[in-house]
Every structure is written in C-alpha cells, then in structure tokens.
C-alpha cells in the first residue's frame, strides 16, 4: 500500500527502542547488590553515553537514510527484525537472543498502541516527531550526531508535511496491516489500563475528539439557499470534550499529542509478560509473509546498513557488556526456553551459498560499498566477508 | 433509549479484517437461504458462506493471485459482490489490479492488471471503491482517481474495458449505485475521493458526468447513493446529505468522533448504517421530505463495540433487521438482530 511507511517504522520502533535501552542502562548503573548479581558489571554513565551515540550514529547514517527515504513497500516482519538485530549491537553492549526478543516486543507493541491511538491519520507525524525530539535530546552534547539527526528531522518534514489527510490514512492502514495479530501483553500498558488482558489495546469513547473534528450529537438540517432550518441534539453514547489545539509541525515546537514520548523512568522499568499472549492470538498468530523477506530491496537495506557500520566486537569478549531485559538471568534463560513458537521472529540467515541470485545482486549492493574503503587485495573476498557477516546475523 | 437491536453468536473468520474502508460485503442468497460474507485481511479474502439457520458455515480464502507475477503477493484493498439482474459477481480490488470471481469464490472469470511501474513511486497504487451500476456495468476506482467501467456480458468472461472516467484528481476512496430500484431517478453512480471531491454519473454506453460536488480537503471515506440523495461519510466523522443532480446540502451531522470508515442503508426502510474507528456503529433515519423537495435524517440507535476500530458494516437485508459488523484485528464477523 502506502510507500512512505518505511521510515516511519524506522524512526519509531528505533527510538521506542532507545527508550528502554536507555532506560536499562541506568538500572544496571545502580550499584544495588541485585544489579550487581545481574550483569557482568556496572555500568558507567560514559559507557550508557557511549552506547546510545554509537547506536544514533548508526540510525542515522545517510547513505542508510537515503536508501530508507526511497518509496518502497514495508519490508517483513523478519528483515525489519534483522535490521533492529543489527543496530542493537552497532555499539560495545550485546544481548542474547531473548532480551533481544523481549526488546523487540516491547518496541512494536509500543508503536503499535501509538498508531491505533493517534487521534487522527496525521497525528502519526507527530509521534515521529516525539521520538525525533528525544533523540536529539539523548546527543545534545555531541553536535556531530546532533546535526546528523537534524538532517533527517529536515527531511521528514520536507516528505511528510505536504501529504494529504488520505495519504496519511493510507500509510496509517499499512501500518496496522504490518502489526495486525500481534497481541503481546506489556506490563506497564497493563498497569496503565490501556491494554487488556487479552492483549488488545483500550480504545476510549471519552476525552478530546481529534483537532478538526466535532464532538458527535448535533444534527443540522438546512434548506434548498443553505439556510439552518433544524437543529436536532443526539445521544452520542460516549464522553466527549471539544478538540485540543493542533500540535506544530515545525522543527521545534510543542507537539501537543503524549503518544511517542519516552514512558519509561528508573520507577517505571521495561518489564513484558511473554508467557502469557493470549489464545486468539497464539492460535491465529500467521508469520507475515508478504512481502518476500528475500526480496532485493530488503538486501539492499541490509546491504546498506552494514556498509554504513562496522562491527564492534569487544577486543575480549570477557569485557563485552552485556544487557539483561529481565531482572535476573536465571529469568533471560526461562524467556529464552519458554516463548511460544509461534512469537519467534526467526531472524534472516542469509546462506551465503543457496540462493545464487539473491547473492549476485547483493554481491552487487556490497561492491558499491567498498569503492570508498581501503584497496583490498581482491574485490570478492571483500565481498565474501560481508556475506559471511551477514550470515552470523 | 431502548435497545433497538441485541447481539448475537458471532461467525469466526480464519484470519482477522485489516484496517480499511468498507472492508464488509455481505450477498444475500435467497433461494438457498444463504447469506455469504467478504472480509480481506491484508492479501487474503475471508469469505463465509452460512446458512440462515445458523448451523451451517463453509469458509474459502482467496488469495491476491496476479497472472504472471511469482513474486510477492499484492495487498487486497476491498473485497466486494457486485449483483447485476444477470449474475452476481465477486470483485477483489488490490494493489495490482482487479479480479472477478464467481460469486463463490470458485473461479476467476477477469483480470486487469494495473500499470505498476518497476521501482515503487512514491504515489501508492492501487484499486479501491467498487460498484454494480444498471443492467451490465462493473465500476471500480483506483488510485490515480480514474474510474474504470467494466461491461459485463450476463454470462462468460468476455468482460471489457469499456470506459475510463477520468473526473478525480485524488484516490478514489468508495464508490456506489443507486441502491432503491427505482427508475425514476437520474443519477446511477456516485464515486467519492481522498479530497472528498464526489462525482454523480448517469450509466450508459458514454458515462455522463450530472454533477461534481465539490470536498473540502478531507477523505471521503464511504458513500452511498438512494432515491437521488448521495449520503457521504468522512474522516472528520462527519455525514453530510447531498441532493445528487443539483448537489444540494439539506443534512449534515456530527456523526462520529474518529473516522467513519463504512456506510450502508436499508433500501427499503431508508435506515442508515455508519461506523467508525471510534468503536461506534450508529442507526439512522432518512426520511425524504417531498413537500421541501429535501430529505431529513434521525437518529435512532447506538452500539458500542468495546475497544474495536470498526472498519466494516453493512446490514443483511434489505429492510434493515440485522447487521454485521467487523473491526481492525478482530477474527469474527459480529451480528446484530432487531429485538
């Protein structure tokens, strides 16, 4: 459907996933005899900082960004995984395979609650917006990344602003299509009552109606010249109050709409109840697949995104640092053991040796990244590393 | 106010309705006492045949199958039967292009390809609004704002392009006939867009353009046309009651809080059906008022289907005793009968 959803879901899922990396380093910072048990070892703010420019740095690369900002249909479930795979580990923190889960749980159904709640198609800008907002916020003491990320601030506004109301319902119906069936319980919408137990989200009859919009219960009859001949009052069944003001579009300015702003503090941790998905969904939960997770341009944003980051792997891995989504290990470990088939992303391995087309074209993608690096000795071992990188993804 | 309608057993889908206009269609089988169901989830039709006694459902899905092309499957914007006096046929609009199937399901009797080009532009494209007119015509929007007429002969597949009405600038967004069986009334076809621009036609070998109404920026999202009133239904939850010939405005309500994303009326009682994503199917009245040549709407009931943004709704017959509707993740069809 709509061909701008890409960066949307990049931006927004990228800085949901800011938010709990963030906020889970700070816990792990706290020198409690419990963080202490927990992880490999304290954390320092310099590391925290580290961690988060490292990661910003590489959302926002601009060959990456250029590539995302092309029209293109919405990658699957599993090359987005793949791609979020990647930039959780651009900096010197690792996850294991199920906090690495449980992160990309808790950033999709973020933004999915954000996207089935925004007040109008429009407002999803303004979700953006937020996330855009605090990321400049999480580098405003290194002006590189900062003006880096102004840069793409610019260029959202350029693409999305002058979109049509219809334009943005387009790309809001192809978001709920990517998210649709996903009904993963997390525990602070659970505490705050905006999701049900059965994993769907809360949807109010009550509170402001979106901007441009009357509160329903008036019927206005006029005549053949337009005049008002009969005003009939109605009972709308719910609680509404007039619209608030529209929030800015501009760079800066207050958006008005709370959706998209960071939920998470020390006192309100990132917690997920992932046993407990609910039948209708564990029954119907269909993997996505469409579009083809193979397809070219999804290697291609693969491709591009690994020639705009190098891997970090710590020196000696004895000193890597680990974060832990769950308040024990012993816990990451059950999470691991016990998540339901069915909720498992299966991230892309990318054989370097079957599919011969596949690998052609993204042989192609990787030549083109090494034009700017050091001479090598033979431009297809280049390549041959590169795959081979991929493989480990 | 008393409660006009009760709920009743649900039918279950195989997979849950996208989020997308109209995205019901419900075909009444009289002679087999059957009533058939048309939900899409993303490149799949759902569709549910069920017997009026409500033992008996037999599911079938059909997928966004395009000719040639083994790649990718195309995303299904809305799924629609169209009933002309000769046969019934079933129309899947998609990002690809058009099918008609037989009314079940079974066979696929036309294609039309949309021109995709090879590298996506940043206009989405697609097909979406569908509509039977008269005695043979098939019309269905698309998103560059075309319309294209389809001439159906009663039986086969020799099915023809045979007009392209090109009035719109935006998506077509829902299109409709005149659903009251009349005669007597001028204007066959109404088409709505994203601009919430309408256009009212007369069918006929040449497509005549009667009137355009113009929108106000906002999508039109559902539409319906009867006994010469084109009822139209937007994203500022607005309904708004045109004269179709002179486009005049004799109603406007606010209807609902969010986006009204379905329409249907009764052609028999004039009762008319909306819902949108603010969880709210309403009942109204049209009541035409000859005296002032103009037509006058009440409002006659409520449901709230609990944490659900509804995105179809159509009523199961023609005088409005019961209505289905479905809503966004939801994997059941929800029915209500008059009590």
Known sequence: ?393 | MAKMYHREKSIQLKSSASALYNNLSVLRLAPRSLTHFAVVHANVVNLVSASWDGLNYSHRQLQSKEGNVATSSSLIMQAAWCVLPSRDLLVVASQKGIQMYESDGSIMVYWHALDTPETPTAKAIFARGIAAVREKYICVGVSSGAVLVFDVPSKGSNITLSEVLEEHTEAVTDMASECSGSMEYIADLVSADDSGLLCVWKSGGDFQLLNKIPGFDMSCSSVKLWKGTVIAAYGTGQIRLYEGVTGILHAEVNAHARWIYSLDIAPFTGLLLSAAEDSFVRVWHLNPAPESNSVEIEHLYNECVTDTQICGAKFCDGDGFAFAVTGYDLIEIIRYTQA
């Open chain 1, 1 to 393: 459907m709509s061909t701008r959803t890409l960066p949307l879901v990049f931006i927004n899922l990228g800085g949901e996933m800011l938010y709990i990396l963030d906020q889970r380093l700070r816990a792990q910072n706290i020198p409690t005899d419990k963080a202490k048990k927990a992880t490999v070892a304290g954390w320092i703010e310099e590391d925290r900082k580290r961690v988060m420019n490292d990661i910003i740095t590489t959302m926002f690369n601009k060959k990456f960004l250029e590539e995302l900002f092309k029209p293109q249909e919405l990658y699957s479930k599993k090359a987005l995984r793949t791609v979020f795979d990647r930039l959780a580990h651009a900096s010197i923190m690792r996850l294991n395979q199920a906090s690495m889960d449980k992160l990309y749980d808790l950033m999709t159904m973020a933004f999915k609650y954000q996207v089935l709640l925004c007040p109008r198609p429009k407002d999803i800008l303004l979700v953006t917006f937020n996330h855009m907002d605090a990321i400049k916020e999480f580098v405003r003491d290194t002006p590189s990344i900062l003006s880096q990320v102004d840069e793409t601030y610019t260029q959202l506004i350029e693409i999305y602003t002058p979109l049509s109301c219809g334009e943005f319902q387009l790309i809001r119906q192809t978001l709920l299509i990517f998210f649709q069936d996903m009904h993963i319980r997390v525990s602070i919408f659970l505490k705050d009552k905006v999701q049900n137990s059965n994993g769907r989200f809360v949807l109010p009859t009550s509170g402001p109606v979106p901007y441009g919009t009357h509160s329903p219960g008036l019927i206005r009859m006029l005549s053949c010249n337009g005049e008002e001949v009969k005003r009939l009052q109605f009972h709308d069944g719910g609680n509404y109050t007039a619209a608030l003001r529209e929030g800015s579009f501009e760079l800066f300015g207050d958006r008005v709409i709370k959706l998209g702003t960071n939920m998470y503090s020390v006192s309100r941790p990132v917690e997920t109840h992932m046993s407990g998905t609910s039948k209708i969904s564990s029954q119907h939960t269909k993997v996505n697949t469409i579009p083809n997770p193979l397809a070219k341009e999804e290697l291609n944003l693969l491709a591009k995104l690994m020639g705009g980051l190098e891997v970090r792997k710590p020196s000696n891995t004895d000193s890597g640092f680990r974060v832990n989504l769950f308040a024990t290990d012993e816990e990451e470990e059950e999470a691991l053991i016990s998540r339901p088939a069915e909720l498992s992303y299966g991230v892309i391995n990318i054989q370097a040796t079957k599919d011969n087309l596949a690998n052609a074209e993204l042989a192609k993608i990787m030549g083109e990244f090494t034009e700017s690096d050091e001479p090598v000795p033979s431009s297809s071992s280049k390549g041959d590393d590169l795959l081979a990188m991929m493989d480990g993804l």
